[in-house]
Structure formats: C-alpha cells, structure tokens
C-alpha cells in the first residue's frame, strides 16, 4: 500500500468518525458488559449440537473487527479479543437502522454485540448478532489480509500492530506470560519467598557489566540502575530469608543483539544450606517441569534440531571445554603466550602478553559456546571470572559454579556463594584495581554487603536465569527481539 493510499483511507475514516458524531455516537464509546471470551467459546461448544447452542442463551462479547463481507442484506465479520476470533453474522431483518452502521464498519474497528450461538452450513461456531454498540474507531488501517506486517523493524517498533495481526507474535507472549507464572509456582512450591529489591542502586554490584547512571535530585547522589539484584537477595538471606526469589528487569549499558537487550528479565533464586550440585538438579527439575506443563513434551524444536531436556545433563569442565577446543591440554596454571599460540592454530587472535583469563573468555565464547547445542552443564570456573562464587576446596584457583548451556547460547549462571567476608573484600579490592586501571565492567566495592556478611550468611547456593532466553529456547526464536515487547531500537527516522 503507497503512502497516498494509506493517507486516503486514513482521511475516509475521519470522514466515517464525523459521520457518527452527527448521528448522534460516540466515536469512542464507554463499557460494554462482556460476558464470554471468543477462545473459551469455541473450546467449550466446538462440538455442541444446534440445541445445545440454543440452550446458551444471550452471548456478549467485546473486540476488534478483523475482517468484514457483506452479503446484501446479511454481513459476515470476525471478532477478535484477547482469547482469539469468532465469526459474527448479522441480518438486516435483525438489527433493523443499525444495520447499515454496522456494515460501515472499518476494520480494526471495537464493537460490542450481544446474540446467539449458532453454527453455519459449514460447521463454524458463529454468534447471530441482535444487538452491538460502537466501541472505538480504528483510524488507521490495518495491514493488508495476506501481507501481513512483515517488516521486522517495522513489527518492533509497532508491536501493539504486530499483535492484532500476527498470531505467532500473540503466541510468544503468551507462552512467555505462562512461563513466568510456572516459575513462580515452582518456586513457590518449593518454599521460596518472592520479593523487590532496589531497581534504583548506590552501587551497582551483582555482576560484570557496565550499568546506566542516573542522579537523585532531592539526595543529591548519583545512582545507578541495577545490573543484577544479586547483593540485595543475598543480604536477606542474612537476614533470615533462607529461599528467596525475584523476577526483575535488570540493565546493561552494553550493544543490542539478537541474544543481547539492554534491559532484560533475569530470574535470581538463593537457597541457604545449598551448594551449586543441589541447584543442577534444582534446574533440570525445572526446565523438565516447565516442559511437559506447557507444551507436553521434553523435546523442543530448535531450527532444524531438536533439543532433549531430558534429566540428567551432559557436565563438562571449564579446563576441559578449552583444551577440547584448543586441541592441547590447558590449566589455570597454563601461560598467556601459550595459550595465544594454541589459539592462533584455531584462527584466533590473542594477546600473548595480556591476562590469561582474557584469553580463556575469548576461546570459551568463540570455540566452546557454538558446540553446545544440548543441554550441558559447564562446571569448575577458574576465580579470576567469578568474583562472588566460592573456592574449590580441592583447588582454589577454581570456584563452586557452573553454567547451563542449551542450543549454544547460556542461559543459567549458578555458584556457591562466597559468605567469608575476608575472602569477599579481598576479591572486591582485586576487582578495584581492575576498574582504576580502565576496566569499566569491573565489580565495584560494595563495603556495606561485606558487612553484612560479616554478621554470618549461612552455606547458600545461588542461580540466575535469564527469561528471555528462556523464552527463546521454549517458542523456537532465533532473536531476543522476537520475545520482548517493546525491544530497544536506534531512533526512528524522521518522517517515517
């Protein structure tokens, strides 16, 4: 459709708007008093008799027009609520002057209607309409029948259209609105305590990521939007909250990609008397739960492959992803050049004269992460990237974590918690010197969650999983854009 076209029909509407107001209607009405949803409706009569569907008595229902045929004196349409469509048949004979207001109908229109269930000579479940209320006057048209909205772009930037006209996008909100509520009852179940921490943080902690800046007028303080609730839900667990859980938007001043929002919703649980082994299991549980609640089954499509849930999981080592991927054995202890040598044989590039856990992130991300296709488990992180997870007894330049891989891309982060609040400062100081020397991701000092730590935080095992991702994996999506409403875009060109 050509800009002309659309600003015709967009005048021809105004025209249609002035035209009810003459006539004495609100071009956008008041309530209407729904009694049904178009969903339900099919589900519970898709195979009731025509006595049956008498039996029902008078129908209201409230929605958008999605299509519209005029047949003489009798018109077809469909209506659309949040439950889904049904078709709407309305006679002359019927509806008498209002006949003809209804056949003016644009779509994308609201209207009310009130009827009865029937079923047509081709089985659909209809709703005769004997009486309807104009609602609120669609002044733009919609996109055209059979080409849809298409452009990806244009879907994000307009998702309240890409809504009322692609189904699959309907869908994955929905899925991603039942996945959060089977979280929560899961959790629940379990015991866990649902709370809010500060969006809004004096010092941004929890993570390694570079936060927003804000300021505070009336305090006169700069504050920061949080990149993880991490300090905050550990600090109640030293106050006694032994299961503790939030579901909150979290942000990161870091690029937009098709794994990658600034702002996103992460799932952080802690379960005190817990270590990382306990949370492994906790997670299949969950991911297996999840599943067969949602789409009955513990096999997802992902692409072209299949994904199995199935507990339990494929654990493989840190050290052990690298020297597979490497081709040669690799330790904490195996130097910066080294390593960049063994690198280079796999065409990467790396700094021999730079810090060897540089270079184990960077084959980690490049070599290990697209091979990990099934779920696994990645375990024994070296400390230098997990400033808050705890040591290995057996071997302290590692810590108690892992993280769950499923169709190549992270999803779940876990670890011991750190509670000695020695150890804790020391590591905080060592992220400090990181962050003066130019490190802008680098892990604040946070004195005060030291201090509470000095009060006693019991043996905790803590996890984090990323919802969008999750929602990703669970409705087949390749772009994080695809699960979040309103995704952040570059600013709209002007006149567009």
Known sequence: MSERDDNDLIRQRREKLEALRRRGLDPFGARYPVTHWAGPLHERFAKATEEELKAVGPVSLAGRVVALRHHGKTCFAHLMDQSGRIQLYARADQLGDDFALFTELDIGD?????????????????????????????????????????????????????????????????????????????????????????????????????PFKTHHNALDM??????????YLKRLVVGGF???????????????????NPEFTILEFYQAYADYTDLMELTEALFAELAQSLLGRLTLPWGEHAIDLTPPWKRLSFFDALSQALGTTVTPETDAATLARAAATQGLTADARGPADKIWKDVFDELVEPTLGQPTFVTDFPIELSPLAKRKRDNPRLVDRFEGYIGCRELVNA??????????????????????????EAHWLDEDYVRALEYGMPPTAGEGIGIDRLVMLFADQPSIREVILFPHLRPEAPNS
Request: no cysteine; hydrophobic share 40%; net charge positive.
């Open 242 to 260: 032994e299961r503790v859980y939030e579901i909150s938007r979290v942000f990161r001043n870091e690029g937009v990609s098709t794994r990658h």
């Open 415 to 440: 670890y011991s918690e750190l509670n000695d609040p020695i150890d804790q400062l020391g590591r905080f100081r060592e992220q400090a010197a990181l962050a003066a020397r130019g490190d802008d």
């Open 110 to 210: 609201f209207v009310g209607v009130t009827g009865e269930l029937m079923r047509t000579r081709t089985g659909e479940l209809t709703l005769a309409v004997k009486a309807f209320s104009f609602l609120a006057k669609s002044l733009r048209p919609l996109p055209e029948k059979w080409h849809g909205l298409k452009d990806v772009e244009t879907r994000y930037r307009q998702r309240y259209v890409d809504l009322v006209v692609n189904e699959e996008s309907r869908r994955i909100f929905q899925l991603r609105s039942r996945i959060i509520q089977a979280i929560r009852a899961f959790l629940d179940a379990r015991g866990f305590v649902e709370v809010e921490t500060p969006m809004m943080q004096p010092i941004p902690g929890g993570a390694i990521a570079r």
């Open 222 to 231: 700069d504050l920061y939007l949080r990149i993880a609730p991490e300090l």
